[in-house]
Structure formats: structure tokens, C-alpha cells
């Protein structure tokens, strides 16, 4: 079972985490030629997958059920860096699942998705906040950053448990490689992000 975790090189917020999460070890590319024939890069890290396309987040559908046709591998959650956009503009690290249930057949869904449909969310959402807000202090983004658990509002369409990491809420935050850093880690959960942390104080006290 894989981790698909899906960028787009069209979103800050969501490139530049991306661009973080592969400058870890371990990295290589993963030949996948039917996605790639679509504008899908692929990469692989021990049981974590990463997709790259250039389209909106929420444009490409059923990414966990394409990868398995592709790879013959079974996917086991998916998990999207975006922006979030929010009135306040408020500078913000969220976490939420996806989907449109609140729509009606007929209706148009703004930001993807179909209506009446959500995605499983994904049983990390919790852990991943706690999480979140622990690394967002670890590199002072708190008070500064508010970190948040948002309601689902969106697609892209997917079958397995699904969640999204996201950066708020101007182009100022979007672009802040602090913030990508802390979202990086995040999405490989904490065994990583317990390692990086303490590789990073051994090297302030050097």
C-alpha cells in the first residue's frame, strides 16, 4: 500500500512544499508512462508517491485510481498541498477533508468535485494537526499562523481517504518556504518529521 501525494506547479503553496518534500533523501523517479504521457511526473520514497501536474489542484480526478492502473500498486490515501484562501487573509496552516456533499444533482461544483460526493477523509486528519501545530511552533510560525481543521468544500474526485494540507492566505504566505518546510514534513508523518526536528536542534547547537 502507497501514499499518493499530489503538487501542482501552477500553485505556490503548492510547489514550493513540494519542492521542499524532494529535497529530502531518498527520492527517485518513478517510470509511469501513461501518466507521464498526461503531464504527470512521478517520484518514490520508500511507501510515499509523489505526483506533479500542472493543472489546478482540483482539475485531475481519480489520481489514486489512474496511479493504480499505471503501477499495478494499491493506494492507500491520498494527500494534496494548495493554497487556502480565507476573507480575513489571515496567514494560516490547514488541514481538511474533500468533497461537495451539500450539492444537488444538477448543480455546478465551483472548485471540482461532483455533487453529492465526498471522499473518505482521511483517518489522519487528527494526528496530522496535532502534528502540524507542533512543527509550526518547532519553526515559529505560531502565533503568527493560526492553525486550523477547515469543513470540505471541494474536489479533485478521488475513492480513497483523502485530506488536504494547505498555506493561507495571500501571496505573501503562499510563497513563505518556511511554511512549505513544515508542510513537507507533515506529509510524512512523524517518524520523519521527529528525525528532521532533531537533526535541526543538533545542528543550531553546533
Not at 5 to 25: E, F, G, K, Q, R
Not at 124 to 138: D, E, M, T
Not at 176 to 183: G, H, M, S, Y
Request: proline fraction near 9%; glycine fraction near 8%; charged fraction near 20%.
Amino acid at each position: 500500500m502507497v501514499t499518493i501525494v499530489v503538487a501542482t506547479t501552477s500553485d505556490p503553496a503548492s510547489i514550493n512544499p513540494a519542492y521542499a518534500l524532494l529535497a529530502m533523501p531518498g527520492w527517485l523517479p518513478v517510470p509511469a508512462p501513461s501518466l507521464l504521457q498526461q503531464g504527470i511526473k512521478s517520484f518514490a520514497n520508500k511507501n510515499v508517491r509523489f505526483l506533479q501536474h500542472d493543472k489546478g489542484i482540483v482539475e485531475e480526478d481519480d489520481l489514486d485510481r489512474r496511479w493504480e492502473e499505471a503501477t499495478g500498486e494499491a493506494v492507500d490515501e491520498v494527500i494534496f498541498f494548495s493554497k487556502h484562501t480565507a476573507v480575513s487573509n489571515r496567514p494560516a496552516l490547514t488541514v481538511h477533508p474533500i468533497g461537495v456533499p451539500h450539492l444537488r444533482e444538477g448543480d455546478v461544483p465551483p472548485q471540482g468535485g461532483r455533487p453529492g460526493w465526498a471522499a473518505p477523509p482521511d483517518p489522519r486528519i487528527g494526528p496530522w494537526l496535532r502534528l502540524l501545530k507542533k512543527l509550526a511552533q518547532s519553526y515559529n510560525l505560531v502565533p503568527e499562523f493560526e492553525i486550523t481543521l477547515e469543513g470540505t468544500h471541494h474536489g479533485p474526485i478521488t475513492t480513497k481517504p483523502t485530506m488536504f494540507l494547505e498555506i493561507g492566505s495571500t501571496d505573501e504566505y503562499w510563497k513563505r518556504q518556511d511554511a512549505a518546510k513544515v508542510i513537507a514534513l507533515v506529509s510524512l508523518g512523524r517518524t520523519w518529521a521527529r528525525r528532521w526536528c532533531c537533526s535541526r536542534k543538533l545542528g543550531q547547537r553546533g
